[in-house]
């Protein structure tokens, strides 16, 4: 199995377009300690000549051209347009997951996965219509079943705990509609892909605002889990000023700390441990920090744009 990470930022990536945060000052000024990042999303594949993304960011069409895998292939043999995207499949229905399907446009077929819930997000917003249905086929998968998305590639979906998208919230929190974080429902899911006969595991997890021991023992073992990287305290955003809310109230759990990511993957016997989505006020995402010299401590690796995997 070939995994391509096209995308390892969370929503904004790094610089974001409006931000002088430290790491978006820095990302600006072209310090060598902060590579620059798209927005978070990965290519997977069984033979490396089919691949299926994994969330279509709004940086999709720099992705593509960033990553030759993802090209045209030789028109003699696949004539004059064609693309290895064989399939997409969403793991919820934020902006920086599904703004990148409008790239998709221009006549060309493959399939789109989601969970019911998500595909009735898209259906309820006109503008997805751009992919034209006589292309793209929408299928839903039920969680907990085993879909072949392209050929070799088994994927299973789970709901982790998370929220509807922000532009779904319509202020329930504040006006006492009751806006639920970590529930459990198809609003946020993970992904688990399966090879070898289902001897070895992938997990996909970008978005998650809870280990609950259920999780903990559905990941245990795995080969590699590429887990959701957003902040590293969960009040970041607040103490740099740059925004209002906590990693927990957008849905995310942070790395650091006793309820973190770090401490709730230790010991659960996982081969390779990679963050992704991180977002740009994380401090890990300079070189040299304490937090970054942490996370590798701790056995993490950081995602970063281009990263090819191989199991
Ligand atoms: C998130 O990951 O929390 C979302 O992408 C936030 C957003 O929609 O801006
Ligand atoms: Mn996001
Ligand atoms: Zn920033």
Not at 41 to 57: F, R, T
Not at 72 to 89: F, Q, S, Y
Not at 128 to 142: I, N
Not at 229 to 256: L, P, Y
Request: charged share 20%; aromatic share 6%.
């Amino acid at each position: 199995m070939h995994i391509l990470v096209l995308g390892s930022g969370a929503g904004g990536g790094v610089p974001q377009w409006n931000c002088n945060c430290p790491v978006c000052r820095a990302a600006w000024d072209g310090d060598p300690r902060v590579a620059p990042r798209t927005q978070s999303s990965i290519a997977v594949s069984a033979d490396g000549n089919d691949w299926c993304l994994i969330n279509c960011s709004p940086d999709l069409r720099q992705q593509i051209i960033s990553n030759p895998q993802l090209h045209p292939r030789n028109p003699d043999e696949h004539g004059k347009r064609d693309t290895p995207i064989a399939a997409v499949m969403l793991t919820n229905a934020d902006v920086d997951h599904v703004a990148g399907l409008l790239t998709l446009r221009e006549k060309q077929s493959f399939n789109l996965f989601a969970t019911g819930r998500i595909l009735d997000v898209l259906a309820q917003n006109k503008i997805f219509d751009v992919l034209d249905p006589d292309c793209v086929t929408r299928t839903q998968f039920a969680l907990g079943a085993a879909t072949e998305v392209i050929p070799g590639l088994t994927v299973e979906a789970f709901a982790v705990p998370g929220k509807v998208a922000l532009y779904l919230e319509d202020g329930a929190d504040t006006q006492g509609g009751g806006l639920e974080i970590g529930g459990q429902s198809e609003d946020t899911i993970g992904l688990k892909f399966t090879f070898d006969n289902g001897a070895k595991s992938m997990f996909y997890i970008p978005g998650c605002a809870a280990m609950p021991d259920a999780l903990a023992d559905r990941i245990r073992g795995a080969e590699l889990v590429l887990f959701d990287g957003t902040v590293w305290h969960d009040d970041e955003m607040i103490a740099r000023r740059v925004g209002r809310k906590t990693g927990h109230r957008m849905g995310h759990m942070s790395m650091a700390g006793q309820g973190g990511s770090i401490a709730a993957l230790a010991g659960l016997d996982i081969g390779r441990k990679v963050f992704i989505h991180i977002n740009n006020t994380n401090p890990v995402l300079i070189e040299g920090t304490p937090e970054h010299e942490q996370v590798h401590a701790e056995g993490w690796e950081l995602a970063y744009d281009g990263m090819e995997l191989t199991l």
